[in-house]
């Protein structure tokens, strides 16, 4: 392929463009923020799951109080009634009093009981209402941190976008006043590369590939005009010459 020298060492600018469109989109892929908000995710989820199972724990122990609660009810209101007629001496057989005085002991033991079971259920919604109030305080603060790096997050983006789309437009009038053929043959080597599709011939080495070229080959570029275009033989990228290129 032949085309103007001054074109070819345009190329140049292209790699550099190319260059930094590959860095910025590297750093866009691999922000730390990232990797960071993956893992507050992560404990965001296990909070959550805890909190849950911290929530059911007290409402569990609420409907034990609730339940015990409404035994015990019914078993006092028994027991003032009972105890008032013993003491209004309402009962004067012996048997049923006897029976009354029973049932008022009974009902004195069955609401220690029942007392004891709810201290025990109180204790637990004591003891739940603590976990979920610091479950839930450590999501929040989770979410508030989440908060922050997804906001530190997207300015980077915006950022990294508004230099992509300066790089894009400077590429692509960088483009439009070079040959198209050329521009073509770098594309596809770029692409079958993943990179750049030219670089500097520069103290004999090769920019792209970083190897040193052999004599034969410098001595064929060397004899080469300069507007034919020269590949590496190594990474096979158009091989731009400048004064330094070390070929005189
Ligand atoms: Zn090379």
């Keep these: 392929m032949q085309a103007d020298p001054a074109a070819q060492r345009r190329l140049l600018e292209l790699v550099a463009i190319d260059t930094q469109v590959a860095q910025l989109t590297h750093r866009r892929n ?40 409404s035994d015990l009810v019914p078993a006092r209101q028994r027991l003032v009634r009972d105890q008032e007629r013993a003491d209004q001496g309402a009962v004067t057989d012996p048997r049923a009093l006897r ?7 009974h009902l004195g033991g069955r609401i220690a009981t029942l007392e004891d079971q709810e201290l025990d259920h109180l204790q637990e919604v004591e003891d739940a209402t603590a976990d979920r109030d610091h479950l839930a305080a450590a999501r929040d603060l989770v979410t508030a941190r989440a908060r922050e790096v997804i906001a ?18 400077a590429r692509a009038s960088l483009v439009a006043g070079l040959p198209a053929d ?15 599709g030219a670089a500097e011939l520069r103290a004999k080495r090769c920019l792209g590939c970083l190897l040193e070229i052999n004599a034969a080959d410098l001595r064929r570029f060397a004899a080469a005009a300069p507007e034919e275009v020269i590949r590496c033989e190594e990474c096979d990228r158009i091989l731009v010459r400048t004064p330094e290129s070390g070929l005189s």
């Design 99 to 105: 029976g009354l005085l029973e049932e008022i002991e």
């Design 182 to 196: 050329l521009v073509g043959l770098y594309d596809r080597i770029g692409a079958r590369l993943g990179g750049a």
């Design 30 to 69: 691999n922000l730390p923020e990232n990797a960071e908000l993956a893992e507050l995710r992560a404990r965001h989820t296990e909070a959550s799951r805890a909190l849950v199972a911290a929530e059911t724990r007290l409402s569990d122990a609420q409907r034990e109080v609730q339940r015990v609660e």
């Design 152 to 169: 530190a997050r997207d300015q980077q983006v915006a950022e990294i976008d508004g230099r992509l789309a300066v790089a894009r437009d």
